[in-house]
């Protein structure tokens, strides 16, 4: 099967940084778009920054010109620098990707990771 396992979430002062990353294992054929959620409890999970299979890249405004969002395609991987980060940014962050496993399918499926927590001390 295909899992997403993210890392690099932790605890952080705000104004610090970290990088969270996200690998795809298993059978994976090729992956379409990849991108970073998160959620508060209480609220619906928001898009955080996406990446196309083609390197174009989306991100919510509110984390404009403090998050890059980078694939690494021959590690099958989704990377998220985190910079200038303040406590509204706490959250679980969750890795996502659209993925074409081997096999006859030509569809791809969307997956998520189990989420990693980001804390950002005041």
């Known amino acids: 099967q295909v899992q997403l396992v993210e890392s690099g979430g932790g605890l952080v002062q705000a104004g610090g940084s970290l990088r969270l990353s996200c690998a795809a294992s298993?059978?994976?054929?090729?992956?379409?778009?990849m991108g970073w959620y998160r959620q508060v409890p209480g609220k619906q999970r928001e898009l955080v920054a996406g990446v196309t299979s083609g390197g174009s890249t989306n991100y919510t405004d509110s984390v404009k010109g403090r998050f890059t969002i980078s694939r690494d395609n021959a590690k099958n991987a989704v990377n998220l620098q985190m910079n200038s980060l303040k406590p509204e940014d706490t959250a679980v962050y969750y890795c996502?990707?659209?993925?074409?496993?081997?096999?006859?399918?030509?569809?791809?499926?969307?997956?998520w990771g189990r989420g990693t927590q980001v804390t950002v001390s005041s």
């Open positions: 298993g059978r994976v054929f090729s992956i379409g778009a």
């Open positions: 996502n990707a659209d993925i074409r496993k081997f096999g006859y399918s030509v569809q791809y499926s969307n997956y």
